[in-house]
C-alpha cells in the first residue's frame, strides 16, 4: 500500500485518474474533479480535501450517515486528521451504495 498517492489522482484537472488504492479508473464526478474514488472511498489529504492543507497520505472512508445527503468521513492514515465529503450519487460514475451501506452498519 503506498504512503502516498499519485500525482495523477490529485490532479483537479477534469480527466481520468486511478485509484492507487483499488485501481479502478475514475472519471470526472458530474463535470467537476472527483475528491475520493467511487469505488473504495479512499482519497488523499490535500488540500482540496481539507482546508486546512494537507499531508498527502491516504484518507479512508471510516463511516457513512445519511442527513440531507449520505456524507462520508475520511480519516488520514498519516496525521489522523478526518474531513467529510459528501457522496456523488449521480453523474456516470456515482459513489458505491455498496460500500456506503457497509461504513454505515460500522
Given at each position: 500500500m503506498p504512503t502516498v498517492m499519485s500525482a495523477e489522482f490529485t490532479d483537479r484537472a477534469?480527466?481520468?485518474?486511478?485509484?492507487?488504492?483499488c485501481g479502478t479508473q475514475m472519471g470526472p464526478a458530474g463535470?467537476?474533479?472527483?475528491?475520493?474514488c467511487p469505488t473504495c472511498l479512499a482519497a488523499i489529504h490535500t488540500g482540496e480535501?481539507?482546508?486546512?492543507?494537507?499531508?498527502?497520505?491516504?484518507?479512508f472512508a471510516t463511516w457513512t450517515r445519511r442527513l440531507h445527503t449520505w456524507v462520508i468521513e475520511l480519516r488520514c492514515s498519516?496525521?489522523?486528521?478526518?474531513?467529510?465529503?459528501?457522496?456523488?450519487?449521480?453523474?456516470?460514475?456515482?459513489?458505491?451504495?455498496?460500500?456506503?451501506?457497509?461504513?454505515?452498519?460500522?
Open positions: 477534469r480527466t481520468a485518474a486511478t485509484c492507487p488504492m463535470g467537476a474533479p472527483r475528491r475520493h480535501a481539507d482546508p486546512a492543507g494537507g499531508c498527502g497520505a491516504p484518507m498519516g496525521c489522523g486528521a478526518v474531513v467529510h465529503q459528501q457522496a456523488e450519487l449521480d453523474g456516470p460514475q456515482p459513489d458505491s451504495m455498496r460500500r456506503i451501506i457497509e461504513l454505515l452498519r460500522m
